[in-house]
């Protein structure tokens, strides 16, 4: 075995274990097929963990490992490369992913089809970050869409099917333009790697003109509506808000962010690639605030955390933006890049924990209204659970989301705020952290008890089932992971800057845990708690309900993403 | 807002889609850009030689782009899996949804539309058309045709079976535990297969039969049958289960 085949094994162990879990499917019922099942997971989630760690050592090096697979010419053979960025993509998914599947055994969905998507997915997202083909890209993302359609409608709730089939005719409508902008570039310069694409079209002159700005917008927005940025969003919030909970937490936590790091392998070699991230990376912070905006306004617990998804994924593209259009060898681009990455880690971690833990409180609860849960602690405690690990977990979370030290929010929101220092988007992102903090505020008032006492007759504080075992041990392990990555902030973001680049730079300020930064933080905390409480007020309440209510629409993503579609297509244009 | 002030804003936005995407379409479909020829000729030249296969779509793609084919048979498989999940479970779901009982749903079923004639006659022909789909399938190298094609003219051949069972066809090639147990070993086999050429040292999804020229085809063969057979056992499940049988 060589090492260009290892790095091929986050792709191909989860295969594995994908069809081991397909055979218990078709031959074995009950604990047989558990058995089997839960050793192709182990296949498919745990060993490419170690592996992780056994290939550390030559990323670490900074070595990027290219193969062609099948061993054939570069030309004409399908390219990947395993580098840092590879490297970090998937082990953000296989610690969230592994969480999730431990979780759903107790939870549901449970069984074999579930494992067998569920793996087919996580394959799926490792190979989308190592692959440098632009078909290749396409079938990465056929497969990890196909797979989070069945998925999200498998939590058989009523909405739940019309959800993934809005998010199923988006995304196909989508990869229908990846495909025309795919054959733009193939006619232009006969080659699907990037390298291939990129180096024929500096040939050409006016580098493809025309065609190859169009090509590169079809492509480009068509992967933007997979990361959900703000006009392209709408199929997100009812997909991750009905999606069983554990798969809600991929969802959120890796999904949408597989893309976009793929996305960056293409950007960075292509013609106009800095164009296109720097009107992303302002669209980034409209969405960081847009996002966080119509979250304060939700009903629906479950809602809220996606509408705060989309807002997240708003301060990772809008730094990830910034860093493409500088150039992400240089040292300002490298430290935006490994803020925006630090961030997506971080965020994959607290909202994976925040969707578990909110979503095991409202099942024991039975309740997922925010105005009328109260006091789901205690439901908690009558559902056998002694030790409240799920509200500390969701405090946890909810720390690192608001970015209170020394939680690890606070340390990437940090590096967030320092590497976009005097800049607009700066502002915006700080306005939208605000919004976040009087928007927690909100949600864990679901855990207080409530004024009015209330009767027995109610219902309300009956559990509906008992907690359990699996679902606590993954929400701890995400809440741990919170803390430990939250105070080992300063080694962490060194990490992910050397593995993202060889260029000496700083994404985080020398001082982290210092009194000025704990001032800014108190802050945002203060604002946060006044903007809540004007929220509370009578025309507060008015304004709130004006936004939940605003017109949706199924169609509104197609106009949505053919308008955002021609935009990118003139900015590239008329920024050359 | 009146029906007919919506109907003006859904024409509307329509032409507002169809402007902005004929607006970025216009400019690669315009193109008098000269196609690329050297993938062409790339492949005209060694196509045959590095795989053994004289149909040079069967070299694309079992030969250099066999990893992207193994991604769209798993499309295919989640695709049906999916497909069969959401049939199975959609009827109680809708039911909880739109607050209504089971029974109603059930009773919406239309009785069997079949006569002795198409009894018969898809009886009759089923064999036939499962032996074709098998011929389509094991000689895609050579002539048009493959895996894909292959397995559906073989789905299509279980559907006639499952048809013509009432006339007493001794087969259980349309009962769907089978089919999907096919459709399971299959996709193992071809997760296998494309691990076969590490252990010779060859790389993943490569030919470990490429030692020798003579016998290189036979790689393309297999990969031809597995992906006929997960094709054929994976879509004659799904229209196996839509008949009713599973």
């Known amino acids: 075995m060589e090492l260009t085949d290892l790095i091929l094994a986050p792709v191909v162990l989860p295969l594995i274990g994908a069809s081991l879990a397909f055979c218990a499917k078709a031959f074995h019922k009950n604990d047989k097929a558990w058995k089997l099942e839960s050793f192709a997971a182990a296949i498919g989630l745990g060993l490419p963990l170690l592996l992780l760690v056994y290939l550390f050592q030559f990323v670490n090096l900074g070595q990027s490992i290219q193969v062609s697979i099948g061993r054939w010419p570069g030309n004409i053979g399908i390219l ?105 570039f193939y006619k232009l310069t006969g080659s699907l790697s990037y390298e291939g694409i990129s180096s024929v079209l500096d040939s050409l002159p006016q580098k493809g003109g025309t065609m190859a700005t169009a090509s590169l917008a079809l492509i480009v927005a068509a992967v933007a509506i997979r990361v959900a940025i703000m006009p392209l969003y709408g199929w997100l919030p009812d997909a991750h808000a ?24 293409l950007l960075i070699v292509m013609p106009g690639g800095g164009d296109v991230g720097r009107l992303l990376s302002y669209t980034g912070a409209i969405t960081a605030l847009a996002g966080v905006i119509i979250a304060l306004s939700q009903k629906d617990t479950k809602q809220l ?55 095991t409180t409202t099942d024991l609860a039975g309740e997922r209204n925010v105005y009328k849960l109260r006091n789901a602690a205690l439901s908690l405690h009558k559902a056998g659970e002694k030790v409240p690990i799920t509200f500390l977990c969701f405090l946890t979370a909810a720390f690192a989301i608001t970015a209170i030290p020394p939680f690890n929010g606070y340390a990437s929101k940090a590096a967030l705020s320092y590497t976009l220092k005097g800049s607009w988007q700066g502002l915006f992102l700080y306005a939208a952290s605000l919004g976040t903090v009087a928007s ?94 004007l929220i509370s007020t009578k025309s507060g309440k008015k304004v709130l309900q004006l936004i939940r209510n605003r ?4 169609h509104g993503n197609f106009v949505a993403l053919s308008l955002g579609m021609a935009f990118l297509f003139y900015w590239i244009k008329l920024s050359n | 807002m009146t029906s007919g002030q919506k109907n003006f804003f859904l024409a509307f936005q329509t032409i507002l889609i169809l402007c902005s995407v004929v607006l970025v379409l216009v400019p690669v479909f315009l193109s008098t850009h000269p196609w690329p020829t050297l993938a062409r000729d790339f492949l005209e030249n060694n196509g045959f030689n590095n795989t053994g296969a004289q149909n040079q779509v069967s070299a694309i793609y079992l030969g250099y782009r066999a990893y992207d084919t193994l991604g769209e048979t798993i499309v295919l498989l989640l695709a049906v899996s999916g497909t069969i999940g959401i049939i199975s479970k959609s009827g109680i779901s809708l039911a909880r949804g739109y607050g209504e009982t089971m029974s109603e749903f059930s009773e919406s079923k239309s009785t069997l539309l079949r006569t002795d004639l198409i009894d018969v006659v898809t009886g009759k022909l089923g064999p036939i ?71 010779m040292g060859m790389g993943y999804f490569s030919n470990p039969m490429r030692v020798d020229p003579s016998f290189q085809v036979i790689y393309i063969i297999i990969l031809n049958s597995i992906i006929g057979l997960k ?5 004659g499940y799904m229209c196996v289960a839509m008949l009713g049988k599973g």
Request: charged residues 10%; glycine residues 10%.
């Open chain 1, 80 to 184: 990947y490369r395993f580098d840092g960025i590879a490297w970090l993509v998937s082990l953000l998914g296989f610690t969230v992913g592994s969480a999730a599947w431990v979780y759903s055994q107790g939870s549901g969905p449970k069984g074999p089809g579930f494992t067998t998507t569920f793996l087919i997915q996580t394959a799926s997202m490792a190979a989308a970050a190592m692959t440098v083909d632009l078909f290749n890209l396409f079938v990465c993302l056929e497969v990890m869409g196909l797979a989070s359609y069945i998925l999200v409608a498998s939590s058989e709730k009523p909405g739940a099917y019309l959800a993934s089939f809005s998010y199923l005719m988006i995304s196909a409508t989508a990869m229908v333009f990846f495909l025309i902008g795919l054959l733009g």
């Open chain 1, 242 to 265: 009905l999606a069983p909970h554990s798969i809600s937490a991929v969802l959120s936590g890796v999904l949408i962010k597989a893309p976009l790091f793929a996305l960056t392998r």
């Open chain 1, 305 to 359: 955390l996606a509408y705060h998804s989309i807002s997240q994924i708003g301060y990772v593209v809008c730094a990830w933006g910034a860093a493409i259009a500088a150039g992400i060898t240089t040292p300002a681009g490298i430290a935006l890049f490994s803020a925006s990455f630090l961030h997506a880690l971080y965020h994959a971690l607290f909202k994976g924990l925040l969707f578990l833990t909110v979503g």
């Open chain 1, 440 to 533: 927690f505020i909100k949600l864990s008032r679901i855990y207080l008890p409530d004024k009015k006492s209330i009767s027995p007759s109610t219902g309300m504080n009956m559990p509906l089932g008992k907690i359990k075992k699996t679902a606590q041990f993954s929400q701890l392990f995400l809440a741990l992971m919170c803390i430990i990555s939250g105070i080992a902030a300063l080694p962490m973001s060194r990490l992910v800057l050397r593995l993202l680049g060889e260029v000496e730079s700083d994404s985080l300020p020398p001082y982290l845990f210092s009194v000025e930064n704990y001032t800014k933080t108190g802050l945002v905390v203060l604002g946060g708690i006044l903007l809540y409480f």
């Open chain 1, 551 to 554: 017109p949706k629409m199924f």
């Open chain 2, 129 to 199: 058309v499962l032996l074709f789909g098998l011929y389509v399938m094991l000689f895609g190298h050579i002539s048009p045709g493959g895996g894909f094609q292959g397995g559906v003219v073989i789905a299509s051949g279980i559907v006639f079976m499952a048809l013509g069972s009432k006339s007493g066809a001794s087969t259980r090639l349309e009962e769907a535990k089978v089919l999907a147990k096919i459709e399971s070993v299959c996709f193992l086999l071809l997760i296998l297969t494309s691990l076969a050429g590490i252990p």
């Open chain 2, 231 to 235: 094709v054929g056992a994976g879509i």
